[in-house]
DNA sequence: AGCATATAGGTGCGTATACACGTATACCCT
DNA sequence: AGGGTATACGTGTATACGCACCTATATGCT
């Protein structure tokens, strides 16, 4: 029982996907007025700065299985926000954003900062800062073994 | 260019969700021995501590959507670890703990605590605890509006 | 040249997540 | 008693995630 209460309290996955899902849904709020997903904005915003980038370089960016990554490219392509062509190696596929894909991140950029405001406003400046501070070095941990 | 920079830096968002990727991958190393996903195992443990709890306290506990919950229940209830059943109230529905169920808790949690110990070795311990800090406050954000 | 291996990528399956919508039961007020 | 509302929950649909396994192309070694 003791032990129970103890992976409520401690558990450092718990917190993080709680918080995934609570976060998540108050960048959606924002976002959705410009029919991007919080996951689909991010994803798009990583492709535009490193353009024509394969998939396995997306994936190792976003710290994403490279399956899920192709999966998650779909909806973009379904709404013509990025297309995916042959390189020159004929194994690798380019990831390039279209300029409907631009536009929308242009659009979805002031809902962006809303959300990040918001977040800043609710947790105040400092508490915020020194969790994306906490966050930033544990994207860097490495699997075991 | 340089606001799509300040997204992939400062994102609380894309933070979370790569920090959440991460981390249970390391989680699921762990407690893979134990048949459990390191959501099923947080799951069982909630529900385990408030027995006999219907879905709306479970799902509010969580921070999870109550239809997200439900499904979630399902794997649990296959492999007989829980129960689902009406309550006195013919609309509740409660979520019963069966005694494998139990057990399977009692497997995993030596496999959990080292989960623990390997994000706590990897960040160090001072940082390890100022995250689960920063989280913790966090999962008490609210819905704008 | 020819084969072994390494590299790039996709599919099948199962789980996790949430919104919109629908159903059934309880409660309350006249 | 009857009708309106509140409560408790499920389903349909779409996205997000990753492991096991498979295919195709490139590369390197003999």
């Given at each position: 029982m003791t032990d129970?209460?103890?992976?409520?309290?401690?558990?450092?996955?718990?917190?993080?996907?709680?918080?995934?899902?609570?976060?998540?849904?108050?960048?959606?709020?924002?976002?959705?007025?410009?029919?991007l997903k919080p996951t689909q904005f991010s994803l798009l915003v990583a492709a535009s700065l490193i353009d024509r980038a394969n998939v396995n370089q997306l994936a190792e960016i976003m710290a994403m299985e490279r399956t899920t990554l192709t999966r998650n490219l779909r909806p973009l392509e379904k709404k013509g926000l990025i297309k995916v062509m042959a390189g020159e190696d004929r194994r690798t596929r380019l990831v390039i954003v279209t300029d409907a894909g631009r536009n929308a991140v242009k659009r979805a950029l002031p809902l962006w900062k809303e959300a990040?405001?918001?977040?800043?406003?609710s947790l105040g400046a400092a508490r915020w800062c020194m969790l994306r501070e906490a966050l930033d070095v544990t994207t860097r941990v490495k699997m075991p073994r």
């Open positions: 129970l209460l103890q992976v409520v309290q401690e558990c450092g996955f718990l917190r993080l996907r709680e918080d995934g899902r609570v976060v998540t849904r108050v960048y959606d709020r924002f976002t959705q007025a410009s029919g990040q405001g918001y977040m800043a406003k």
